[in-house]
């Protein structure tokens, strides 16, 4: 999927992303030269003859080049991006990484991997009502209602 044109800058290459198609559409890109990448991170969104889908990136590293615009149809094993990985990515990815450690961390659920995990709450539950209340504190329309059905 990857391979190694120098030692610093990686070429990702068109997956088959349907089963045995030989090529894809680029609809969207999500990223531009310049930006910082992370392992996993959606790049870009493919439209094959099966499917729209996101493709994530297989490493860490800045984005060198976008070799395909929006709307070109490309066949599978040609690469359509090149990131710059190594030294020269770490040093260009310190300055994102101090300014995303200064945002506040948000409250509530945090998205992972499959669906949206356990929300933090500060309300609790109400306790269960018992299985029968007492006969002497059903309202009246309770009391109305089991007599017209026979009880």
């Known amino acids: ?12 290459k068109m997956p088959d992303v349907g089963e045995g198609l030989t090529e894809a559409e680029i609809l969207k890109w999500y990223v531009q030269p310049g930006d910082t990448v992370t392992d996993g991170q959606v790049v870009c969104e493919v439209e094959t003859a099966k499917a729209a889908v996101e493709l994530p990136i297989p490493y860490d590293g800045v984005v060198r080049e976008l070799h395909f615009p929006e709307g070109t149809t490309v066949d599978v094993g040609t690469s ?19 300014a995303v ?16 995990g356990v929300s933090t709450s500060s309300t609790k539950r109400r306790p269960r009502k018992g299985a029968e209340a007492p006969a002497a504190a059903q309202t009246p329309a309770v009391a109305i209602q089991a007599e017209l059905n026979g009880h």
């Open 1 to 12: 999927m990857t391979t190694m044109t120098d030692s610093s800058v990686r070429e990702f």
């Open 80 to 98: 359509i991006i090149a990131v710059a990985v190594g030294d020269g990515a770490a040093a260009a990815a310190e300055p994102v990484q101090e």
């Open 101 to 116: 450690a200064e945002e506040p961390k948000p409250e509530g659920r945090q998205p992972v991997l499959v669906g949206y």
